[in-house]
């Protein structure tokens, strides 16, 4: 299993600009979420989805959209990036009647 | 509502120094708790984890006790070591496979 990926690993973009972080589990889990790391703040939930075709909002959803056509993907898309977008991005997975959230690596993106 | 509060860092120990990163909570029902540990350039990953009043979660050395009376689950290592040193985050998990994350604590531990 490669568990959960993400691409890409960094990313720099002007303002305005659009963009697809790519998530992808292998573990058939059905419950898959973004965060956003930022210093002092911790993580804090963008999106989440219990499974594909179902997608719902987390504690700081403005500026991002998520869709889930398959149980394996779950792109988090910018629609015109902020400089306030600049922060680390990890995807996650739960397996149902499990209780342990396994992250991807991250993908680092600065807005210029 | 759900939140997690644990100590600001960032903490600086010497080798074979005692750890405790103090973690306390605020749920509705019966939540999880877990920490988890986030190596430089790395994402998170799963330390320990307890899921009901007065469980005990144990790994590499670190253990942390689930205290309803309290609202706490501390994290603590008898005997720290420089590969130690990261980010630890505690959390909670409520209904609905929903995560609570505190804002982290920066430990180093030097030579």
């Known amino acids: 299993n490669a568990g959960v990926t993400q691409t890409p690993k960094f990313q720099v973009l002007k303002t305005g600009q659009s963009m697809t972080l790519q998530c992808a589990q292998d573990m058939n889990h059905e419950y898959m979420s973004w965060y956003r790391q930022d210093p002092g703040m911790g993580l804090r939930l963008i999106h989440y989805s219990v499974g594909a075709g179902i997608t719902d909002q987390g504690e700081v959803p403005n500026g991002y959209n998520v869709s889930r056509s398959t149980t394996e993907d779950f792109p988090l898309r910018l629609l015109s990036a902020a400089p306030s977008q600049t922060s680390v991005y990890f995807c996650?997975?739960?397996?149902?009647?499990?209780?342990?959230?396994?992250f991807g690596p991250g993908t680092r993106l600065t807005v210029l | 509502g759900n939140s997690v509060t644990q100590m600001e860092g960032p903490v600086t120990l010497s080798e074979e120094a005692f750890l405790t990163i103090n973690c306390t909570y605020t749920?509705?029902?019966?939540?999880?708790l877990f920490w988890y540990v986030q190596y430089p350039g790395e994402g998170l990953q799963l330390l320990l984890k307890a899921t009901k009043a007065d469980d005990k979660g144990s790994n590499k050395g670190f253990e942390a006790t689930y205290r309803k009376e309290t609202t706490s689950f501390h994290l603590e290592k008898g005997s720290v070591q420089v590969s130690d040193s990261a980010v630890y985050f505690c959390?909670?998990?409520?209904?609905?496979?929903?995560?609570?994350f505190g804002t982290g604590t920066s430990l180093t531990v030097i030579p």
């Open positions: 996650a997975s739960i397996h149902p009647g499990a209780d342990t959230q396994y």
């Open positions: 749920a509705t029902g019966y939540p999880s």
């Open positions: 959390a909670l998990m409520n209904t609905g496979n929903q995560f609570y």
